[in-house]
């Protein structure tokens, strides 16, 4: 008799539900994440029997393959397109288990994505670049602002990271403090340029993109780096059936919701992915440099609303492009994509 096991998981502990295709519960505890725990439970039952549903949280990844290392059919959920009964007075732990468990049986999970075990390091590794990134583009920020307020002198960001020549701190702070904070400021935006440096030789000496992400790199904001960190948070384009499912995963898609051209709310804007988010606006940063149509896009936008807008806008539109170069294998075409239109000589 097939067995449905629903697992409500958090941080320390998981809510454990079995039931029968009668909905009759057989087994209702909590168990502390601990493997052995969850299979000591489920050995008392045939495996090939069980199917098994676990809540996608932020600590999924050991309690998944620990399942399905062990032959257990294993489901993800996903908790932003479940939506449990509404009419419900009071859920818990247990209630949520058990809800999982008879979405189980009546084949109604919304799945999410189990990515492949082998690949999660070095997409891990790739997010933790983003990261020294942006930190770094908080420190060069920060730099700034002390230049400019101190000295009154704006620097530029080529000059920090020292890509021409060296910034000459030593001639501008004669301050021995404000030296000494200049000073250790840069020290960490070098280390952790150096982090990011060492990271992206590391990813590309482990991997290559795969054919269908190699026309990335024809869109002019997309280098190789930045291909592999969409290739890796992407994983199989075709489980996205549409464009906009697609775009709304790189959290290009507004969420608020309107009636009459009048804001009713916002949904979760947090849904998705926000590394491939970070991704698109890093490409379109780059592409309104040396694309002209983008920058006829982008400056057309920026005039009607702002420079926040307009960048997510393109964003958007390479995020979009970038679906269909993956799923159909094909090469950048920005008239295409910004159906421009030059004027005709008269």
């Excluded at 454990?16 to 295709?21: E, F, Q, S």
């Excluded at 804001?263 to 988010?277: D, M, T």
Aim: hydrophobic letters at 40%; glycine letters at 4%; proline letters at 3%.
């Amino acid at each position: 008799m097939p067995l449905y096991v629903g697992i409500d998981l958090h941080s320390n502990n998981m809510f454990v539900a079995i039931m029968n295709t009668d909905e009759e519960l057989l087994f209702q505890k909590r168990l502390s994440n601990d493997e052995t725990l969850i299979l000591q439970e489920l050995s008392r039952y045939p495996t090939e029997e069980i199917s098994i549903v676990v809540e996608s949280t932020f600590n999924w990844y050991w309690l998944v393959d620990s399942l399905m290392s062990h032959g257990y059919t294993v489901k993800l959920s996903n908790p932003a397109a479940m939506i449990q009964y509404s009419g419900l007075k009071h859920t818990d732990d247990r209630s949520d288990a058990i809800w999982l468990a008879r979405m189980l049986k009546m084949n109604l999970i919304k799945e999410g994505y189990i990515y492949p075990k082998e690949n999660r390091p070095i997409r891990d590794l790739m997010r933790r670049r983003m990261m020294f990134i942006q930190q770094r583009t908080q420190m060069i920020l920060s730099l700034k602002s002390l230049v400019h307020r101190e000295l009154g002198q704006r620097v530029s960001t080529n000059m920090i990271l020292g890509e021409r020549k060296p910034l000459p701190i030593k001639e501008m702070f004669h301050d021995d403090d404000l030296l000494f904070t200049a000073e250790r400021m840069l020290s960490v935006i070098y280390e952790l340029k150096n982090n990011a440096k060492q990271i992206e030789r590391r990813v590309e000496k482990k991997l290559k993109l795969k054919n269908e992400f190699q026309n990335l790199t024809t869109i002019n904001g997309i280098g190789p780096i930045l291909a592999l960190t969409i290739m890796l948070e992407v994983g199989d384009i075709s489980r996205f059936k549409t464009v906009g499912d697609f775009s709304s995963y790189c959290r290009c898609v507004s969420s608020q919701r309107t009636s009459n051209d009048k804001v009713k709310g916002k949904g979760n804007k947090k849904n998705g992915n926000k590394y491939l988010e970070w991704a698109f606006v890093e490409a379109a940063n780059f592409i309104r440099r040396f694309n002209t149509n983008a920058q006829r896009f982008y400056q057309k936008k920026e005039a009607k609303t702002n420079a926040i807008v307009a960048t997510k806008a393109l964003a958007h539109k390479i995020a979009r492009a970038s679906y269909y170069i993956i799923r159909d294998n094909v090469p950048f075409d920005d008239e295409k994509l910004f159906n421009y239109s030059p004027p005709v000589n008269s």
